[in-house]
């Protein structure tokens, strides 16, 4: 019986996995291929579901793929397994959270059960272009956050260094390069914007070679440090009320995302917040009732934040 494929997609907070899986959902949607999504949530709510609307998806959430949590991983992989012949999926895409380590989940897909079924094709991680020298500095960035970076890195068989746009210059590029290839000196890496030509080079290699390949894997680090926080938003706000709010904790934040209404105009925003950059997105369907979510990601959160 044919594997299943699996293509992990990976990076930290911010590095732009969920747009990438978007891009790879098209991708195999158009090569007329089935395909199943697991996405894995630090908070307890998928706040981005409605960008999988009608799809077959599967949620971890509460977790990095790690510790407690391989528990539901695995769960996920058995009712996976019951539905797969079934429903004809050739595919599955998983999305980890940005504190999530490959091991982990590759370590899972290895146990006996799983890997008679399942076959991880590819091991994606994308890398903020911008921030990454940042997030690996000594100088600003915590010790758990650089081993993070270097866990993610060194389980890619594939390196995206994504938002290359915003690198002012060759000399720039470069710097960044060297020090990833210092963690990992052999898997391709390619340059991107919004996940551009990831697919590109999915298909390339598929043409080049059909073979099965194992992928080796690093062991990992917990990162409990890093907490996901829900807060609800009671009362409409302005996008200029929700940009003060993450200035005012940017020291804490790593990362936010979230749905909220905006009192000028009493409609829904979807936003995503990330190394000091807010991107905001009015929301297509209408939900009656609906709250409004916050979830944001930091590493020296307090028990209570209030919006």
């Not at 293509?7 to 089935?34: A, D, R």
């Amino acid at each position: 019986m044919k594997k299943i494929n699996v293509y992990l997609i990976n990076g930290f907070l911010g590095s732009g996995k969920t747009t990438t899986l978007l891009k790879c959902m098209e991708y195999f949607k158009g090569k007329n291929k089935k395909y199943a999504i697991i996405l894995n949530e630090l908070g307890e709510t998928n706040i981005e579901r409605h960008l999988f609307h009608d799809e077959s998806l599967y949620e971890l959430l509460n977790g990095c793929v790690c510790c407690s949590i391989k528990d539901d991983l695995r769960t996920t992989l058995d009712d996976l397994t019951e539905t797969l012949y079934k429903e004809n999926i050739e595919v599955v895409l998983l999305e980890g959270t940005g504190v999530a380590n490959p091991s982990e989940i590759m370590e899972t897909f290895n146990e006996k059960a799983y890997r008679e079924v399942f076959h991880i094709a590819e091991s994606i991680c994308l890398i903020d272009s911008l921030h990454f020298i940042e997030y690996t500095s000594v100088f600003s960035s915590s010790k758990e956050v650089r081993q993070l970076q270097k866990e993610q890195i060194e389980n890619g068989t594939m390196l995206v260094l994504n938002k290359i746009d915003q690198l002012s210059s060759k000399q720039a590029i470069e710097k960044v390069e060297k020090r990833i290839r210092k963690i990992n000196a052999d898997a391709p890496l390619i340059h991107s914007k919004y996940g551009n030509g990831v697919t590109e080079f999915l298909e390339k290699k598929q043409i080049n070679s059909n073979k099965e390949h194992s992928i080796s894997f690093h062991h990992h680090h917990h990162h409990h440090h890093i907490k996901a926080i829900k807060l609800v938003q009671t009362t409409a706000m302005t996008k200029r009320d929700l940009r003060d709010f993450l200035k005012n904790n940017q020291d804490k934040l790593l990362r936010a995302k979230g749905t909220i209404k905006n009192s000028e105009d009493q409609l829904w925003y979807h936003f995503q917040y990330a190394s000091g950059l807010l991107e905001w997105q009015k929301v297509s369907e209408n939900v009656p009732n609906r709250k409004g979510e916050i979830i944001i990601i930091g590493e020296k959160l307090p028990k209570e934040v209030s919006i």
